[in-house]
């Protein structure tokens, strides 16, 4: 089994939440999409990078910090 890529997203009052990458797949229009699981909360993120920028494909907001975070990670990906 492939070892767990994985990180863990700080809030600013300090809890911590960790999130596991699911999921590096191609579109097929040349975007990577990006799942993530928060372990703790049962959330998936899916993420992709337009030009420099990065978009959310939730349908609703995903919390800034953790947003941010992510896109940060994946950036190392």
């Not at 997203?9 to 960790?18: F, M």
């Not at 703790?40 to 959310?56: A, F, M």
């Amino acid at each position: 089994m492939a070892e767990e890529i994985i990180t863990t997203v700080i809030s600013a009052d300090g809890v911590s939440q960790t999130c596991v990458l699911k999921e590096k797949v191609n579109n097929g229009n040349g975007q990577l999409i990006y799942r993530f699981r928060n372990r703790d909360i049962g959330v998936e993120y899916l993420l992709t990078k337009e030009g420099t920028g990065w978009r959310s494909l939730n349908p609703g907001e995903i919390h800034q910090p953790i947003f941010h975070h992510l896109c940060s990670f994946a950036e190392t990906l």
